[in-house]
Every structure is written in structure tokens, then in C-alpha cells.
Antibody, heavy 113, light 107 residues
Framework: QMQLVQSGSELKKPGASVKLSCKAS????????IHWVRQAPGQGLEWMGW????????TFAQGFTGRIAFSLDTSVNTSYLLISGLKSEDTAVYYC??????WGRGTLVTVSS | DIQMTQSPSALSASVGDRVTITCRAS??????LAWYQQKSGKGPKLLIY???TLETGVPPRFSGSGSEREFSLTITSLQPEDSATYYC?????????FGQGTKLEIK
């Protein structure tokens, strides 16, 4: 069946980087874009942007430019989210989505000294 | 980016009631709108897509309507398990922003 499997929880110190993965299965990976969504503790869903899985071209939401990057490895049907210069406010659950119907289970990133 | 304004931010209703949540887009999104339900500690669950199409397995007491800029999610005959936060999301353009969410409490 179609699914998106995300990497496990991460605990990072401020200033570090983290790379999250999202492995797709059960469908043609390069046919659908992958979106990334952030949810900080007790807060709403924030769309971060998406990557064209055919071309690798990224699109970032307003407010999410500068410290994030999307990438692909189509040989393993996997999309990645890289966050650099982590801050405490980056503490959140990050979801990958083949929208609107297919969501990963989320990866919790905790940024703490 | 297209902005989504959702209201109310919270509401309280009783079992058996009918409630409506609205979502307004900053410009036309045709019918490219989804509604999600999120329960505490869980990921979002798709309820409705393309404004009014019920996702497989979702109870028919959930319904969506609207087009262009104005949309609504209606839940009839509220059940205790409907206590959750509900989000709209547009996916018309190269952005896919969410509404701010509506927290539904069942009295």
C-alpha cells in the first residue's frame, strides 16, 4: 500500500543541523510532489514548501526561506528536509505529505541545549 | 501565497448538535480545498478533499461545501469522538497554506 515512512526523532543542540528523511512506497515516486509541514507544540499546521520529485525544484513558503532545504534521492524514493542553524523555536513535529491524502507519521525534532 | 482565514477558532457544542466551520481564501482556489481532523497527539486525518468529496471511511455526518473563496465544513449529529481540531488547506497553486484551525469541544 502507499505510504510515507519518516525517520525517527531527533534531539539537537542550538546551531546544529538536522536532516529528516521521508521514504515513499507503493506508488510512482516521481509522479507526485512531496510537501513538508511543521507543527510546533500546541500550535497549528504550517506548510513549509514542496519539492518537485521529477525535477528536484523546491518551492518554499513565506517565512521558511534561508535555513531549510529540500532534496531527493530518487534511487531510493526518498525526500529529505535539511534544517540548518537550529533554534529552540524549530522544536516541532515535521510531516512529509503527498497531499492531501497521504501523510507520514511525523518526525519530532527537539532543539535544546 | 494564498492566505486561508478559518473561523471560529474554537467552539463548544453538545452531542447531537450540528456545527459549521468556515474557511475563506484570499483569492479564488476553485475547489482545491481539503479539511482535516487532528486529535490530540495524533497526525492530521483527511476528511474531505476537492471541497466536498468525502474521504473513504469518513462518516457521512461530515460534509463540505463551497467554491472559489468561501468554504465550509459541517458536522451533523455530533459525536463525542468528534472532539478535535479541524484545519482547512488550499492546494490550488504552488502554495498549500492551512487555516489557523478550529478547536471543537464536545460538552
Amino acid at each position: 500500500q502507499m505510504q510515507l515512512v519518516q525517520s525517527g526523532s531527533e534531539l539537537k543542540k542550538p546551531g546544529a543541523s538536522v536532516k529528516l528523511s521521508c521514504k515513499a512506497s507503493g506508488y510512482n515516486f516521481t509522479t507526485y510532489a512531496i510537501h513538508w509541514v511543521r507543527q510546533a507544540p500546541g500550535q497549528g499546521l504550517e506548510w513549509m514548501g514542496w519539492i518537485n520529485t521529477n525535477t528536484g525544484d523546491p518551492t518554499f513558503a513565506q517565512g521558511f526561506t534561508g535555513r531549510i532545504a529540500f532534496s531527493l534521492d530518487t534511487s531510493v524514493n526518498t525526500s529529505y528536509l535539511l534544517i540548518s542553524g537550529l533554534k529552540s523555536e524549530d522544536t516541532a513535529v515535521y510531516y512529509c505529505v503527498r497531499g492531501p491524502e497521504l501523510w507520514g507519521r511525523g518526525t519530532l525534532v527537539t532543539v535544546s541545549s | 501565497d494564498i492566505q486561508m482565514t478559518q473561523s471560529p477558532s474554537a467552539l463548544s457544542a453538545s452531542v447531537g448538535d450540528r456545527v459549521t466551520i468556515t474557511c475563506r481564501a484570499s483569492r479564488s482556489i476553485d475547489r482545491w480545498l481539503a479539511w482535516y481532523q487532528q486529535k490530540s497527539g495524533k497526525g492530521p486525518k483527511l476528511l474531505i478533499y476537492e471541497a466536498s468529496t468525502l474521504e473513504t471511511g469518513v462518516p457521512p455526518r461530515f460534509s463540505g461545501s463551497g467554491s472559489e473563496r468561501e468554504f465550509s465544513l459541517t458536522i451533523t449529529s455530533l459525536q463525542p469522538e468528534d472532539s478535535a481540531t479541524y484545519y482547512c488547506q488550499q492546494y490550488n497553486s504552488y502554495s498549500a497554506n492551512f487555516g489557523q484551525g478550529t478547536k471543537l469541544e464536545i460538552k
